[in-house]
């Protein structure tokens, strides 16, 4: 969820600070420390010199992995009748969980359609 916040705001702004994943996810800044640090220590994230998060490739590739399955899984979840708001929450909880293969079937499927 974390990548995924960072990636989002880095879109809407030229950068991106601890503080702003706080106030966007609605944590509290000892809790998005504790996870930045998890995951510069996962080489997943660097804090520069400013303390602006900069995603590494690593981290960059999976947060947009994870952001096409919340955005397809959403839109297939609403597509079967579910409210957006409920079909956006049950996506983000769906999409550390599914595999590839499903995930793949599902994809597809919306791409038919």
Known sequence: MYLETIYLLS???TSVRAIDV???MGFSKP????AMGLLRDA???EVDKNGFLVLTDEG???A????ERHTILTSFLVSLGVKEDIAADDACKIE???SDDTFEAI?????EK
């Open 96 to 98: 550390h969980h599914i």
């Open 31 to 34: 809790s998005v420390s504790r």
């Open 11 to 13: 879109k809407q702004k």
């Open 22 to 24: 706080s106030e966007h």
């Open 60 to 62: 960059l590739a999976k």
């Open 107 to 111: 994809k597809k499927h919306m791409s």
């Open 43 to 45: 080489g997943l994230l």
């Open 64 to 67: 947009k992995k994870i952001y």
